[in-house]
């Protein structure tokens, strides 16, 4: 997909497919109020990317020291053009495909 928000407290990364699926990847919750401090954020807007690339580097430590939850999260914000959405809750491993969401024709 291509990156189309990176918030300016680097907390979350919005990506469009090339289906159109909006992807928010949130890292941490209530992380807006660390202003960025414990994330390396690397991917810019209007940057190509895929499975094999680094959104951002997370302090889970600092994140934990803070007070707050280090859930990462992966939400879908148009779920309109979404037909169905399956996720592993089994043997899920780093780099592993966890899920499968498909659109609506």
Do not use: R
């Amino acid at each position: 997909g291509e990156v189309v928000n990176v918030f300016p407290t680097l907390h979350a990364v919005g990506i469009q497919t090339s289906g159109g699926l909006e992807v928010l990847v949130h890292m941490g919750i209530d992380t807006v109020e660390l202003k960025g401090g414990p994330f390396e954020t690397t991917v810019t807007v209007g940057q190509k990317v895929d499975e094999n690339t680094v959104l951002s580097t997370v302090d889970l430590e600092a994140l934990k020291e803070a007070g707050k939850d280090t859930a990462m999260m992966v939400l879908f914000t148009n779920m309109d053009k979404v037909e169905s959405i399956v996720v592993a809750t089994e043997g899920i491993e780093g780099k592993s495909e966890i899920g499968k969401v498909t659109l609506k024709a």
